[in-house]
């Protein structure tokens, strides 16, 4: 995630371990989790509590929150 003021870029917030996440396409589309791993662009996701279990997404589907 990026943060963008008059045109440039002021802060970035990488995909690490324990951040939480929105999944913005695919199956999951509008769930939200935390990060468990990342490895070769997969991320394995405990999703929130209302959504439930763990899941396996390209993390190119994922922005932090």
């Not at 970035?12 to 324990?18: E, F, N, Q, R, V």
């Not at 991320?43 to 994922?62: C, M, N, P, V, Y």
Request: positive net charge.
């Amino acid at each position: 995630s990026v943060y963008i003021s008059n045109n440039k870029i002021t802060k970035h917030i990488s995909l690490d371990s324990g951040k939480s996440v929105f999944i913005f396409s695919g199956k999951y589309q509008g769930l939200n989790g935390k990060i468990d791993s990342i490895k070769n662009h997969k991320a394995t996701i405990t999703l929130s509590k209302s959504s439930g279990g763990k899941i396996e997404i390209d993390s190119s589907q994922l922005f932090v929150i």
